[in-house]
Each structure stands twice: as C-alpha cells, then as structure tokens.
C-alpha cells in the first residue's frame, strides 16, 4: 500500500475542494487533492452543470478566487476560440448566453482553468493530486482523523494518505460515514429547526432529486440512439404533482406551482450578445433550449460552430425514485438516474412535440465529446443535497428566507467568512414533494457551520456544511460552494501556522476567542473574501 503525508488533505476535487486546495497552498501548506472522476470541477465540469450565480456576481458577492476563475474561462474563450468581433469585445462575454447564468460555457474550459490554477503548485511539489481516486476507508484516534485510505479507480492501486487537517469536499459527504463524524440527511422537523417550510416530523430519507445531465446539439441527419431498455416505464411515468407525464414540455412552475409549459427551438437566429441572462427579473427557462445553452454558435466566426450546443438539465431528467444517499442500492439508482436521461434523450428525437405540429428531433445529437464522458453523459450525477454535519450552528430558513427576514435582510453572523446568494431552491424530492422555491436575502456562511460538534480536525468544504435541507438549497450553488471550500482551506492553514509558532489553535478555538476570529477574517478579506454584503435585497 503506498503512503503520503502532507498538511492538509482535500477529499473530492469539486469546486469546494479545488478552492480549498487553493487557499491551503497560498497559505504555504502541503496539499493531497483527491478526486473521483476524470475532471475536477465537479458541478461545473464532471456534472456539466453551468454555473447558477446571483445577480451581482460581476460586481461582488463572490470571492478574488472565484472571480480568477470566471475571468480565467472569459479569457481562455478570447485566447483560444474563434470569437466573432462583436462577442471579443463583450465585456462580459457570456459564450453560451444561455439564460440560467452569465457564464454558460463548455465544461472543458472550466476544467482546464482550473487545472491551470493549480498546477504550479503541481510543479512545485507542494500538491499532489489522486485521481481517480475514492475513499474507502479512515482512521481515528478519538475526536481526530489521522489518516484516510482509498482506491485508484483504474489500477485498484490503494493509498493512505495522513494529514493533520482532513477535509471533505465530496458530493455526498462520504467521509462523513467513514470517520464517524456526526450528520443529518434529509428533511429537518419544524419542531427542531422552527423552519416555515419543515415538515413536522423529519425525514432524514426524503432528499432532492439527482440529476444527470447531457450535452446536445441539432445538425443534419438522424442522430436518434437505440431505444433505452427503461423507455417504456419512464414514457408512461406521470408523478402526482407533475401535470401529466414525466416526458413533456409541461411540469409545474418551480415558484408558483402552475403547471406551465416551455417551448423548445433548437438554433433559434438570436442576438447572443443581447442576452441578459438574471434570474431576479426572470428565471430563463421559458425556452429549453437557450436555457442552458453553452455555445452560441453566433458568437463564433460563420462556420466554427455547425449548431449551438445545449446542456439538458431540465425538469424532467431529475430522478427522484429514491435517495443515492444512505441506501443499499444507491449504485442501482444512480444507474436508473442514467436510463431516465437517454429516455429523455429518446423522447425529444422521436416523440417530443414540435412548433409546426410534428414529433421528434431526429437531428439532435449526444454531445459526448463535450461532457468527457463514454456514454454520451456527464461523467458524475449532480448531486444537489449532500450528508450535512451536525455543526456548532445551522443555519436555518428564518436566518434568510425574505418572506420572514424582508428589508431587514438575512441574519448577520459575527463569525461571518464569506457570502452567497441565491433562492431558496429545491427540486422535487424522494418523499414524493414538488419544489419548494421561495425568495432569499443575500446571506453570510457563518464559521460555526462548518465545525462538527465534536471532530476536531474534518471540515466540511462543499455541500455538507452545517444546513438543514432547506437552507441547502441556496447554499448549494456555484460560488457558494467554492466560497465554503476556500474558508476551510484557509481555516486548515491558519490553524496549523498558529500551532506551529507554538500557539495551539483549533477550529473551533478561532470562533470562541474574538481575537483568534479577527486575525482570521483579517486573513480572509485580505486574500479578497467578502464577509458582509452591500446594501441589497433579495429575491
């Protein structure tokens, strides 16, 4: 078995993870970054979801580091792409101008940005990346980790890693289970949490769908894939809250609960550059296929781009048949989750129906070259509700939620090391539950979300930060995650540097003792974290 050892080591190499890593190197530290697929990136690469930001995302809200990124992605497109003189000049050039995002771009640009922020720390010695690589298994010494083993997944190689911070920026919060560290799934009971959109008793196996999204474009011929051995099943398939059949262009409004139906026009001849794509004002998905779209084939010069290509993540590839977390069968459904989308697929070539009254888009074509991926899929299912500690402080619906909190604004945290923003969102969910989608304030993350009650040296740093199911949902996104992964990060690194000048410092004595916590938001705000919004509302 081969072993390493560093300072700090990063379980899943998402968003969280990879700006966790960041930010431990920039402090002088020894990193491991370990990642299960192909691309770190996580939901912005190995899951093909676009970034889902909030309305000031190009003037603040998000982190230095998050903003490097977006404008690493802007660049690379000017470097390297064959961009029309119109769409070079755009400020803000937004390649896809798909509507759910200011940013939509294939996901291989996002993941060579990030391999390119992280590799003179590559170059340097100072980080060492497994990949692909899965944990399989912890060891402890009572309320710390000392060491975490897992498995290449090609070569079956295993590998201990020590580290004297463990982080766990996986999807699922999977180290959580191996080290013993205390967490919730699922919903939260109202009795416990006071939350207005809390059931009242919990469900800790009620959880939101998993989707897995695909890349599409429309050209010449018929690209129609064999018919999917479950086609029948999901054709026929028709939730209680849906309106009708799953496979339509009908679903429920995710705000209002109406029943409304989207339009779908492949290659529509618009101005990209015309695209303002804000969720305050609108949501974006009146029209599927600009929805996610993530090459305009009008910003590149006339021939570059035979047809736009789109990135389906739409209401009807979500499974929500049963949680992957936490269940024996989790590989079955995750396997199910995939047949749902070449259903979809299978449907929108031959039975979707079309504006002249016809069926099927036999010219659409899986994009897999786009996703990186075997199938024709992404790589990896995108996971939106992870395992969550049990954290010093959970943050709850009323400590944003504007219906309860209004001009007042979210709850300002003293131990505040970073903001997001986004609704109040989430998808349909295995207990059988239609969306709950309702405004937020611009919010804080409070340091005391990411302490587990009791482990001293794990941090969560993505998805499984101290939320209840509801508050999951806008915590979830894009920025917020990177935002989450990159306080960790800098946590790990602050806490090691006071402890090697012979200070003993814990994660949780930087939050007790106000000094200890003003030195660290110092550091963070001088490495450009935000820690308190402007004056704004939210929506």
């Known amino acids: ?57 190009e003037q603040f809200g998000v982190t230095a580091s998050y903003r490097a990124l977006r404008d690493g992605i802007r660049d690379y497109y000017r470097r390297y792409y064959p961009l029309t003189d119109a769409a070079r000049r755009w400020t803000h050039l937004n390649p896809g101008a798909g509507g759910v995002s200011r940013l939509c771009h294939e996901p291989a640009v996002a993941k060579a940005v990030l391999e390119a922020m992280l590799q003179p720390y590559r170059g340097g010695g100072r980080l060492t990346v497994l990949q692909p690589w899965t944990a399989t298994g912890a060891e402890t ?44 799934t699922g919903f939260e009971s109202q009795d416990d949490t006071g939350e207005p959109s809390a059931p009242p008793v919990a469900q800790p196996g009620n959880m939101q769908a998993v989707s897995v999204c695909f890349a599409i474009d429309h050209v010449d011929g018929d690209h129609t894939i064999d018919r999917p051995d479950a086609y029948g099943f999901w054709r026929a398939y028709a939730p209680p809250f849906w309106g009708g059949p ?77 949680p992957v977390i936490d269940v024996p069968d989790a590989a079955e459904h995750l396997a199910r989750a995939r047949e749902l989308s070449m259903s979809v697929l299978y449907w929108l ?15 659409l074509r899986l994009r897999g070259d786009v996703t990186g991926s075997r199938d024709g ?69 409070p340091l005391g979300a990411l302490l587990p009650r009791r482990v001293e040296n794990l941090l969560p740093a993505a998805k499984n930060l101290g939320t209840t199911h509801i508050t999951n949902g806008c915590y979830r996104l894009h920025p917020v995650e990177w935002n989450i992964g990159e306080a960790a990060g800098a946590l790990a690194a602050f806490c090691l540097d006071e402890t090697d000048r012979g200070r003993r410092t814990t994660p949780r004595a930087v939050r007790d003792d106000p000094a200890r916590l003003a030195a660290f938001q110092s550091r963070l705000t001088a490495g450009g974290v935000e820690l308190a919004w402007p004056d704004v509302t939210g929506y």
């Open 141 to 184: 010494d009572g309320d710390r980790v000392t060491a975490v083993t897992g498995r290449h997944r090609d070569s079956h190689e295993q590998t201990t890693v020590t580290a004297r911070y463990v982080l766990d920026a996986t999807e699922t919060g999977e180290l959580l289970p191996l080290t013993g560290t205390e967490y919730v």
């Open 349 to 363: 070539q031959t039975e979707a129906p079309r504006p002249d009254g016809g069926t099927g888009f036999p010219g």
């Open 246 to 322: 799953l496979l339509s262009w009908r679903s429920p409004h995710p705000r209002t609960l109406e029943i409304s139906e989207r339009s779908f026009t492949p290659n529509p001849d618009d101005d990209p550059v015309g695209v303002v794509a804000d969720q305050r004002l609108d949501p974006g998905d009146a029209n599927l296929w600009t929805f996610r779209r993530i090459a305009a084939r009008n910003l590149f010069t006339p021939g570059a781009y035979a047809s736009d290509i789109t990135l389906v993540n739409w209401p009807m590839i979500d499974y929500f048949e049963s």
């Open 377 to 445: 899929l992404a790589q990896a299912p995108y996971i939106r509700e992870s395992r969550r500690i049990l954290a010093d402080y959970t943050v709850v619906e009323q400590d944003l939620s504007y219906a309860v909190r209004g001009d007042k604004g979210s709850v300002a945290y003293p131990d505040s090391v970073g903001v997001g923003m986004y609704r109040i969102d989430l998808h349909p969910s295995t207990g059988g539950d239609t969306y709950i989608d309702v405004p937020s304030s611009p919010f804080q993350i």
């Open 1 to 57: 078995m081969k072993e390493l050892a560093a300072d700090v080591l990063v379980v899943g190499g998402g968003l969280g993870g990879v700006a966790a890593a960041l930010a431990a190197l920039r402090a002088g530290r020894t990193v491991v970054l370990t990642e299960e697929y192909d691309w770190l990136g996580g939901q912005l690469t190995s899951q093909a979801v676009p970034p889902d930001e909030h309305s000031w995302v």
